[in-house]
């Protein structure tokens, strides 16, 4: 095919909105999409599962700060999504999602017999995104991409569906060249009334506190989140999304031990705690075992996430925005004290750690550290050294350590790191994973080896699904269903034509420094048994 089609309008509509780059994976009803992928300027990445695609998409969308597009097809290829797009909404990651469907006829629920068809498919996807839209006709394309990608990027940003179906995509069309769109989002203002009353509070504390979670991330509010802390002589803590948040060796950074009893005992002590970009979830609140005692001031660009959790002085805003008004209303009030009481708080969580013989665990995540590039970043799977990066791993710039803790889903690291390396090709790119988790995405090391992407992946082989087995044996005593057979990694990685290296906990650091300077993908494969710290919210200080 030669002439414009639907599929023309898709490509067209992604690149006058702003696209460079789009993640997916062909299907039979989306064939219009991708062939016309060959007549525009989109740069593409395809990966060998839709889920991995969307990983992929979702790290993009974090690094870059846009949009990033996610194309797949009809059924099955669309379904395989929904965890990738439940960790982009937990993360608020726009991912705008654009999936094929059946042709028209078939719409409407009726059970026609098309290939791949469903009842209702973007009904799977609605409780998932923000918005979903299906488009009819090939005059809709544009203006439906516009509203998705506007919503996508609206506070609190998150993925969004869009689907077309096959007839539409193939098509040939009259419409003209698109050539711009114009896709705004409104900024989400804080009201005046609340930025003054938390101003009032703060500027009035004994004992203030501020705990960051991923929004100051997302909205690039690092800067004005420092300049009110040092202003008000604020202890900082930040959540695992909001890692980087703070400077980590900062005299008033409580760093990142929101699991830790000490650190929940400061927090709840503060006679004025500002939580920025946190909903307080299970994980930020030390699973549900907070209990403020001053005043909390929240703000939260989720309308949904105000005063879910505790009740506060609500502030519906985008953290940059509201710290910056903070910031100009706020009186300064030295204290000497703060800095100090915030050493005895980690001085508290370190000989906690310290008695528990964790050594390995965290010379692992030194070596980790000392070799990665400062301004890397960092793709971390569901796994025990990720579980321990979110606490004691230093994020020495914002947005660069990336974890699939939003909503906890096996597999995020691998692809995750590609998304990164191909969102900027230049620096090396860091995904760490268990072996269990590793085999959930190995087929991609087809995928990087494909586009000659630089990322090193460093997988532990403890044989199993380790956290599980740690948390079965806790609970009950022995593990069941948590040992897996799994492949030699690093056969495995040369097999595609990626270098290898076995490790250990002492060559650690230098193979990963070796991998990371060595432009292309890399893996690095290190048996060890790890474990976790003693959880405070199970067994108290």
């Known amino acids: 095919m030669t002439a414009r089609n639907g599929g023309d309008l898709v490509v067209e509509s992604l690149a006058a909105l702003g696209a460079t780059t789009v993640f997916g994976l062909p299907g039979q009803h989306a064939l219009g999409t991708f062939d016309a992928l060959r007549r525009s300027t989109l740069s593409y990445v395809g990966l060998r599962v839709e889920n991995n695609a969307g990983f992929a998409a979702d790290a993009y969308a974090r690094v870059t700060g846009g949009v990033a597009p996610l194309l797949v097809s009809t ?7 929904l965890a990738a797009l439940q960790e982009s909404a937990a993360a608020s990651a726009p991912v705008l999602a654009i999936s094929s469907q059946v042709p028209t006829a078939g719409l409407g629920g009726g059970r026609h017999g098309y290939l791949h068809e469903l009842r209702d498919q973007k009904a799977s996807f609605r409780d998932v995104v923000k918005s979903v839209h299906t488009v009819r006709t090939a005059s809709q394309i544009p203006s439906a991409l516009a509203e998705a990608w506007e ?27 698109v050539t711009a769109l114009r896709a705004v989002p409104r900024p989400l203002e804080p009201r005046a009334e609340l930025i003054t009353e938390a101003a009032r509070l703060l500027s009035g504390a004994q004992r203030p506190a501020i705990l960051a979670g991923g929004g100051v991330v997302r909205s690039g509010a690092a800067g004005e989140l420092l300049a009110l802390a040092e202003q008000l002589d604020a ?28 650190t929940t005992d400061f927090l709840e002590a503060a006679d004025v705690l500002l939580v920025v970009g946190s909903g307080l979830g299970e994980l930020s609140s030390n699973y549900h075992t907070f209990r403020p005692r001053g005043r909390v ?54 000989d906690r750690i310290a008695g528990q013989d964790l050594g390995l665990e965290q010379q692992l995540l030194a070596a980790v550290r000392d070799a990665l590039p400062d301004t890397s970043p960092s793709c971390w799977d569901m796994t025990i050294l990720g ?17 699939a803790q939003g909503a906890g889903g096996l597999g995020y690291g691998f692809p995750a790191a590609l998304g990164a390396a191909a969102a900027d090709p230049t620096r090396p790119v860091l995904a760490v994973s268990g072996d269990g988790g590793a085999m959930y995405s190995i087929a991609e090391l087809a995928t990087a080896r494909q586009y000659g992407l630089p990322v090193t992946w460093l997988i532990v082989d403890d ?32 097999s595609f034509g990626v270098p290898a290296t076995a490790t250990t906990p002492d060559t650690l650091r230098d193979d990963l420094a070796a991998a990371l300077a060595t432009p ?13 710290f003693a959880p405070t919210h199970l067994i108290g200080s």
């Open 387 to 403: 579980y321990w990066a979110w606490s004691a791993f230093d994020a020495r710039h914002p947005n660069t350590m990336h974890s």
């Open 297 to 350: 001031i929240q703000i939260e660009a989720d309308l949904g996430k105000l005063e879910s959790n505790h009740p506060a002085l609500g502030i519906h805003g985008d953290a940059r925005l509201s710290l910056a008004a903070l910031c100009d209303l706020t009186v300064p009030r030295p204290d000497e004290e703060a800095a100090k009481a915030v050493a005895e708080v980690l001085a508290l969580v370190g």
């Open 463 to 494: 044989g199993g699904y380790g956290i599980l087995r740690e948390y079965m044996t806790d609970a009950f005593g022995q593990a069941t269903a948590t040992e897996l057979a799994r492949p030699d990694f690093v056969a495995l990685a040369e």
């Open 151 to 177: 919503s996508a990027l609206t506070a609190p940003y998150g993925p969004v569906w869009v689907e077309i179906p096959q007839d539409v995509l193939l098509a040939g069309t009259g419409v003209p060249l």
């Open 235 to 262: 202890p900082v803590a930040s959540t695992f999304g909001g890692k980087g948040a703070f400077p980590w060796e900062h005299p008033l950074s409580l760093q990142s031990w929101i699991e830790d009893r000490h």
């Open 520 to 532: 292309g993908p890399s893996v690095v494969v290190l048996p060890a048994h790890l474990r976790m």
């Open 75 to 81: 059924g099955p290829g669309a379904l395989m999504t």
